[in-house]
């Protein structure tokens, strides 16, 4: 997991440079995105977000969490089910492993996959740019 403090810093610093407004609540999004505990959606988010801004709107929350993926700072993972989740501490591609029984999503701490693109590329000649792995299974907290 990369260090939520920095990525916090760059995400705010990239708003900047695309002369995004820094109000507080959208602070807070990028603050829960930052560390992407679980890889919320954007329900999930809004959750949290009530008890500091009671008034910002789900809308309003969905709006932020997509202008940071127009930005390349949050990776959203869609699922065939139509429930997206996000992570914004590693907003780029990497394996997931995901609990079918209560949704719980982690990133498994593995250096294999980089191998594997650069292999990927050399069998087909494709020029590589992202990739999707998702392992499915149940979590330690639901056998
Ligand atoms: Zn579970
Ligand atoms: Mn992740």
Known sequence: MADPDERFDSIVKKLKENNHKLTPQRLAVVKILATSKGHPN??????????????MSLATVYRNVMLLKSLGEVLELGFPDGSNRYDGNKPYSHPHVICVKCK????????????????????????????RLDFFGICQDCI
């Open 42 to 55: 954007v329900e999930k988010i809004y959750e949290l977000i009530q008890k500091d801004f009671p008034t």
């Open 104 to 131: 719980k999503i982690i990133d498994p701490d593995l250096d294999t996959l980089k191998d594997m693109t650069a292999e990927v590329a050399d069998e087909t000649g494709f020029k590589i740019l992202m990739h």
